[in-house]
């Protein structure tokens, strides 16, 4: 890079707008901005260093995202894997500044001189309205791309080449190695692709996809992903929102502490200055008494000394020898009075524990628990192992419904004991809550609350984590079943409906449903999906009741429980069929898992493969999918 702080002029497109210098094996970006190699190279390590896994990086100039163009691995090697711009490459070999382009070259080889109006991006040479029409003509140069030289002098951009080889000048690439995933041109397929299996035409190739339908698809997909990542996307800003209250209520739980500190020293202060101020007072009083009695004897000493002055320079003789016996006499009396001098040492000695504050070095010691979780996005369930990571029993004990706690425990809700227990992944019970209401049917997190369903109470009972206490109860108006939350919103299965409510409890919507329908969850793509105990069947809808699909199976016995994984996979506990069925978003049977006996309650671990499943009522197994 170099160290001109000159910006390039308007119009100036030989000059790089990151280093201000002459370009050096120029690139460029889908967005059409060139710079010179090293320049790229530089900015993309530069950008990329503190990324977790980048998969790109934004232009310099106009920031727009420009998708990694090799493996996200290995960021130091994406600017050698972005295009040479070829066009601007022959313009600094010609060595000439952009304005002798504009007479055209084509003319200028048999000695005339024409001023050229356009620039061919497949024979990177300037032409002129003349050349220009006849280049349109041929049938070898039909299909090269002319831009006027006005567009090269607005942006540089417009010399880029398109459709041409990189690789051999001049050469228009008009097939494509799917072997490589590259078009080329018949030159490349000549020498470098001779051996690839399937190179086809780009007519050929445009023809398949299109009949095949292949884009349509994998833009579905793509749609399907970006919603995930929305999500995922989603409850990180609410993470950041979270980081933002707890770190608020740090700095007020500290600023309060040190007001009502602060506040209790300014009161220890006061008392002790009113307490100093009463000891000096009094102390200064008992000086001041005894310089008095001083000062009065000090003035009496002046006084006679006075009289003996007199009588020693004019009295007469007999005043003279009366006066002396006569203050003789009085100075030894005050030679014998008792002179009382007072001095104090003022000390204080202040609390050991006010010199310990000294020797704090924190106000408090914080702690981060952090909680991360891969997603497999390429994850294939039908090839995937059901593996047994562990399994307990809880006795005298029938488990309609658990989930797992962020901190990695397991919650149960034990139906005919009328309480939640609270585990750990290999079944050590850490703690168990009575609850206000009989019968818990479900069991989930939601933000710093677990909800569960109360069947007897027809409400949703409220338990704040952590501290496992009972708060209060959201009514769902009759027996509650099942529980789902998707983004703000939970689901609530009843008899015969399925209730969306809000954050505060209002009833949003009611969907009809047929009769035991037990468990609800909701897909990434906001799909309500529901089983039917009785009719055997899985039913999907929208947001506004419309059914999407049915599913059904001759394997499919009892449908008592559904759920779903990250990648939007539908898992179904058969009870009667002891079988669960993964199914796809669509509602597509994509396997079973058999010899499960009577599983009743499943659900995943938040953005893992691992997930739970009761068994035979009160028998709890851990099972983790993973792939060779």
């Known amino acids: 890079m170099a160290t001109s702080n000159s910006p390039p002029h308007k119009g100036d497109v030989s000059t790089c707008s990151v280093c201000f210098e002459r370009y050096k094996n120029p690139r460029y970006l889908p967005c059409l901005h060139s710079f010179c190699h090293s320049c790229l ?46 066009s601007l490459i022959t313009y600094l070999k010609s060595e000439k500044p952009l304005e002798d382009h504009e007479t055209c070259e084509a003319c200028r080889r048999t000695q005339e001189d024409q001023p050229a109006s356009f620039w061919c991006k497949s ?19 039909q299909d090269h791309k002319l831009v006027q030289l006005s567009e090269i002098k607005l942006s540089g951009s ?30 490349c397929v000549s020498f470098e692709h001779r051996k690839c299996n399937n190179v086809d035409s780009i007519d050929k190739c445009l023809t398949e996809l299109q009949e095949g339908k292949q884009m349509e698809r994998l833009l579905r997909e793509i749609d399907k992903l970006s919603l995930k990542l929305n999500n995922i996307a989603k409850e990180e800003e609410e993470n950041v929102s979270q980081i933002d209250r707890q770190s608020n209520e740090l700095i007020q739980s500290a600023e309060k502490l040190l007001q009502e500190t602060q506040a209790h020293l300014e009161e220890l ?31 009496y000493v002046e006084h006679c000394k006075q009289l003996l002055s007199q009588v020693k320079d004019s009295g007469s003789d007999i005043a003279y020898v009366c006066k002396f016996y006569e203050v003789k006499h009085k100075i030894d009396e ?31 010691e914080l702690s981060v628990f952090q909680k991360s979780c891969s997603m497999e996005f390429g994850f294939d369930v039908k090839s995937a192992r059901m593996t047994l990571e562990s399994e307990f029993t809880i006795e005298n004990s029938w488990i309609y419904g658990g989930c797992f706690l962020p901190s990695g425990g397991i919650l149960l809700a034990d139906y005919p004991n009328f309480r939640f227990i609270y585990l750990d992944c290999v079944g050590k019970s850490i ?13 989930i997190v939601s933000g710093s609350d677990i909800l569960i369903a109360l069947e007897g109470l027809n409400a949703l009972q409220k338990v704040a984590m952590g501290k496992f206490s009972l708060g209060s109860t959201i009514p769902t108006g009759e027996s509650c079943l099942g529980i789902a939350k998707f983004q703000e919103y939970l689901y609530v299965t009843r008899p015969t409906s399925i209730i969306k409510l809000d954050k505060q409890g209002n009833i949003l919507k009611t969907y009809p449903t047929r009769k035991w329908t037990y468990s609800v969850t909701v897909t990434g793509s906001g799909d309500i999906v529901h089983c039917h ?80 499943v009761v068994t035979n009522g009160n028998c709890v197994k851990v099972y983790n999918l993973k792939t060779d």
């Open 334 to 364: 005050i030679k014998k009075t008792y002179i009382n001098k007072v001095s104090f040492d003022i000390q204080g000695k202040l609390s050991s524990k006010i010199k310990e504050l000294k020797s704090i070095s924190k106000l408090s």
């Open 158 to 187: 417009a010399m880029i080449a398109e459709n041409v080889c990189t690789k051999h000048k001049g050469e228009i690439m008009k097939m494509f190695c799917a072997d490589h995933k590259e078009a080329c041109c018949t030159t």
């Open 269 to 299: 202060k006061q008392i002790y200055l009113r307490e100093l101020s009463k000891i000096m007072k009094d102390r200064k009083g008992k000086v001041n008494s005894s310089l008095e009695a001083i000062s009065e004897k000090k003035h």
């Open 431 to 443: 703690l168990q809550g009575k609850l206000v209401g009989p019968k818990p049917r479900d069991i």
């Open 533 to 612: 105990y009785g009719g055997n069947s899985v039913t999907a809808m929208r947001d506004d009741g419309q059914t999407l699909w049915v599913y059904k199976h001759p394997q499919l016995i009892g449908p008592v429980c559904v759920t779903v994984d990250f990648l939007d996979n539908i898992y179904v506990a058969g009870e009667q069929s002891n079988n669960i069925h993964i199914l796809s978003g669509k509602g597509k049977l994509l396997r079973i898992l058999s010899d499960v006996p009577k599983p009743f309650c499943m659900r995943f671990k938040e953005g893992s493969l691992s997930f739970l």
């Open 41 to 86: 190279e530089s900015y993309i390590v530069s950008t990329c260093i503190a990324k977790e896994a980048p998969v790109g990086f934004r232009c310099p100039l106009c920031r727009e995202f420009v998708a990694a163009p090799g493996t996200f691995s290995s960021p130091e090697k994406w600017a050698k894997q972005l295009p040479l711009n070829e």
């Open 123 to 141: 024979c990177m040479e300037s032409l002129c309205d003349m050349c220009t029409k006849y280049h349109r003509k041929n049938m070898m140069t």
